[in-house]
């Protein structure tokens, strides 16, 4: 069984910065790309950023600047760092991952259970 556990959201105030967490655990033999995903009240679930195992990454238009995303491979963590938070950036934030499992030979998406990031004077 694989897991995926975030941490670090919460409520801050507009030009805040907040940090999310995610780590893999379980029987994995390797994690190909790992992202950040977010989805707001009453809108579809929307890419923020990600990270590819040679630590190439991408990002969202709307986040570029001021989003970091960065992985520690020996940990089986991704982090999100969050700066200049604006109340559009309100939503629940998924982390997902690109996981091969012992025994497999192939890769399958995992998602962790969301934290709520809200950004509100």
């Known amino acids: 069984q694989v897991q995926l556990v975030e941490s670090g959201g919460g409520l801050v105030q507009p030009g805040g910065s907040l940090r999310l967490s995610c780590a893999a655990s379980?029987?994995?033999?390797?994690?190909?790309?790992m992202g950040w995903y977010r989805q707001a009240t009453g809108k579809q679930r929307e890419l923020v950023a990600i990270?590819?195992?040679?630590?190439?990454?991408n990002y969202a238009d709307s986040v570029n600047g001021r989003f970091t995303i960065s992985r520690d491979n020996a940990k089986n963590t991704v982090y999100l760092q969050m700066n200049s938070l604006q109340p559009e950036d309100t939503a629940v934030y998924y982390c997902?991952?690109?996981?091969?499992?012992?025994?497999?030979?192939?890769?399958?998406?995992?998602w962790g259970q969301g934290t709520q990031c809200t950004v509100s004077s």
């Open positions: 997902n991952a690109w996981i091969r499992r012992f025994g497999s030979s192939r890769y399958s998406g995992y």
């Open positions: 990270v590819n195992s040679d630590g190439s990454t």
């Open positions: 379980g029987s994995i033999r390797s994690i190909n790309t």
